[in-house]
Structures are given as structure tokens and as C-alpha cells.
């Protein structure tokens, strides 16, 4: 695809149109910016920095994105969208609630294993700036719990649940699946576990979780746990 350019001397030329390089700049840009503020942190991120990780100039950086703020944005707008649809969507759905918990379980860790960083990056920006993260989740509208609460209700009804608010019951399933991620680097210290190790230790969480919630908010199970 070609476009016309009027050079200095008033004559029409061809030149190529460079509008396809611009999803891929941008692109290693949020890839670049990505790895130094999870390296630096926002305070510590230089545009030089990010400049220099893209192979870019720094005025071709700042013609994507004028500052860094708005960079720092966009590139915590997409952590978040990677970490929160896959794995919320399925408490949306009408599956059986210990059904909800392993899908829930599997998006998790299927998500953050091809990208550790995420959790401890938006913890640490949730509360560097917890009005950014709100906005985003309200946008989203993926953090609805009413259906989850009406799901909680009625089997608290029948007697197969304990009674429980949908807030506690995914406080409970979010601490279980991202705090091995989050403090990784310590229970790797404390464990003296390698990362082969971990990661085997990670997969048989996997497979536990459900299996606590299950104790945690089923009647039988929880009057049948001893004390």
C-alpha cells in the first residue's frame, strides 16, 4: 500500500506506507514497558529505560504514548484484562458452584503460569493506586457477585451449603490461588525448593483447592471436619 507525499521542490512521490509497522511498534512497546515496570515499579520506570528495551527512540516512544502515566495505563489496563476475564468469567456462568471452582482454579493457573508477574504486579499497583484498578473492573462489569450469592443462598436453603456472603467465599478462593504465586520468590527461600520444585508444588495446589473450598462451604463436609 503506497500514499503520496509532497516533498520540499513541490514534486508528488510514492512512498510506503509505513501505517502496518505501527500495531507491531506498538506492540513491543507495551512488551518493553511492560518488563521495566514490573522490574522498576512506576516510580522507578524511566521512559529512556523503555525507549532503550523497544529499540526505540525516545520520540517515537512519546508519539505513541505522550507521557509515562498514560503508557503506565495502557500497560496495567492489559495486565489486568489478561488476569481478571479468564478466570471470572466462569463464576458468571450457570455451572454447579464446585464446577465454577475447579474452571475457576484451572483459568488462574493457566494464566498466571504464562505470566508470572501478573499477580504481584497488580497487587502492588492496587494498592499504589486502587482507584485505577476500580475503574477498570467497573468497566468490565466481571466482578458481578450476585449470581454467586444467589447460587450461595439457595444452597445455603437446601442445606447443602453453610450459609456464607459471595464477598467471603471468593476472598477465600482468590487468597488460595494467588498468594503462591505472589510470594513466590520467599517460599522458594523459606522452602529451599528450585523451580522445577515450585512449580510441581503449584500443580498439586491445583488439585487441592477445590477440595478445601469444597470443606470449607459444603455442610456435610465441614460438620464431618474435626476440630
Not at 62 to 84: G, N, T, W
Request: with cysteine; hydrophobic share 40%; glycine share 4%.
Amino acid at each position: 500500500m503506497v500514499k503520496q507525499r509532497k516533498e520540499t521542490n513541490g514534486v508528488m512521490r510514492k512512498t510506503v506506507n509505513t501505517a502496518h509497522q505501527e500495531p507491531e511498534t506498538e506492540r513491543r512497546i507495551l512488551q518493553s514497558a511492560e518488563k521495566v515496570f514490573y522490574r522498576q515499579g512506576y516510580d522507578g520506570a524511566r521512559m529512556q529505560e523503555i525507549a532503550d528495551e523497544a529499540g526505540i527512540n525516545k520520540a517515537l516512544l512519546h508519539y505513541y504514548f505522550r507521557s509515562k502515566e498514560r503508557l503506565f495505563d495502557a500497560v496495567f489496563s492489559d495486565a489486568v484484562m489478561r488476569l481478571v476475564p479468564p478466570v471470572f468469567a466462569v463464576m458468571n456462568s450457570n455451572s454447579p458452584l464446585m464446577d465454577k471452582v475447579r474452571a475457576f482454579v484451572d483459568a488462574y493457573f493457566n494464566t498466571v503460569v504464562n505470566n508470572p508477574f501478573l499477580p504481584g504486579f497488580v497487587v502492588h499497583e492496587m494498592h499504589r493506586n486502587p482507584s485505577r484498578f476500580s475503574e477498570i473492573i467497573r468497566a468490565s462489569r466481571l466482578l458481578m457477585l450476585d449470581g454467586l450469592q444467589h447460587q450461595l443462598d439457595l444452597g445455603a436453603e437446601s442445606g447443602e451449603l453453610i450459609a456464607m456472603p459471595a464477598e467471603q467465599f471468593m476472598l477465600n478462593l482468590l487468597s488460595l490461588c494467588a498468594f503462591p504465586f505472589v510470594a513466590a520468590g520467599a517460599m522458594q527461600s523459606v522452602s529451599g525448593k528450585n523451580d522445577s520444585d515450585y512449580q510441581h508444588l503449584l500443580e498439586e495446589r491445583r488439585q487441592f483447592i477445590p477440595q478445601w473450598m469444597a470443606r470449607m462451604v459444603e455442610r456435610d463436609a465441614s460438620s464431618n471436619q474435626q476440630c
